[in-house]
């Protein structure tokens, strides 16, 4: 059971934005400003696309962004590509399992 | 270009042991924290173990504590995963990680399938 909380899925049209919230506690991701998240397509390894809260490293397109506010994280993702369809995972390294349970997005 | 290239995966039985091997290479091995993740099958990411730079240091999740030991050779960019006493609930595919400090996984490899059954 993880301690970081995902919705299990979301879905959203092409071009339009999601958010995918990822809530822990005052302990983990209300503490500290190190959540990152990471896309895995089937039967893919996952990629990071989001470390410590905002940054994306190189590579990755500007339409992910991340965010914080108390103890929930989220990830945005902006002009929606059929590409994006995978599952999201927060992570937090305070949190007990480090990982959320993960979000299944589907675009429409 | 960073490679983390898994092996030693297989099918065993329960009670049995295995040994996962990671080879590291792209980047300086010795200066970077090394994690395990698993995945069961159709199930989400779950953590498994952390090893410190010098190997000084390791942790482990809760359920395979005792069973499982993480270990490395930065001579040969190696990173290890020791395994016994194998349980069904271990089956997993298991992915070795670049771990850049504070779960910053920045590199994945591709995974080494773990199955546990009678």
């Known amino acids: 059971q993880s301690a970081l909380t995902q919705p299990a899925s979301v879905s959203g049209s092409p071009g339009q934005s999601i958010t995918i919230s990822c809530t822990g506690t005052?302990?983990?991701?209300?503490?500290?400003?190190?959540v990152s998240w990471y896309q895995q397509h089937p039967d893919k390894a996952p990629k990071l696309i989001i470390y410590?809260?905002?940054k994306r490293p190189s590579g990755v397109s500007n339409r992910f962004s991340g965010s914080k506010s108390g103890n929930t994280a989220s990830l945005t993702i902006s002009g929606l590509q059929a590409e994006d369809e995978a599952d999201y995972y927060c992570?937090?390294?305070?949190?007990?399992?480090?990982f959320g349970g993960g979000t299944k997005l589907t675009v429409l | 270009e960073v490679q983390l290239v898994e092996s030693g995966g297989g099918l065993v039985q329960p009670g049995e042991s295995l040994r996962l091997s990671c080879a590291a290479s792209?980047?300086?091995?010795?200066?970077?924290?090394m994690t395990w993740v698993r995945q069961a099958p159709g199930k989400g990411l779950e953590w498994v173990a952390d090893?410190?730079?010098?190997?000084?240091?390791?942790s482990y999740v809760e359920s395979v504590k005792g069973r499982f030991t993480v270990s490395r050779d930065n001579a040969k960019n190696s990173l290890y995963l020791q395994m016994d006493s194998l349980r069904a609930e271990d089956t997993a595919v298991y992915y070795c990680?670049?771990?850049?400090?504070?779960?910053?996984?920045?590199?994945w490899g591709q995974g080494t399938l773990v199955a546990v059954s009678s």
């Open positions: 990680v670049r771990n850049l400090g504070w779960y910053n996984l920045q590199n």
């Open positions: 410590e809260v905002t």
């Open positions: 792209g980047f300086i091995f010795r200066n970077n924290w």
């Open positions: 005052s302990s983990d991701v209300g503490s500290y400003n190190f």
């Open positions: 090893i410190k730079e010098d190997g000084s240091a390791t």
């Open positions: 992570c937090s390294f305070a949190a007990r399992g480090k």
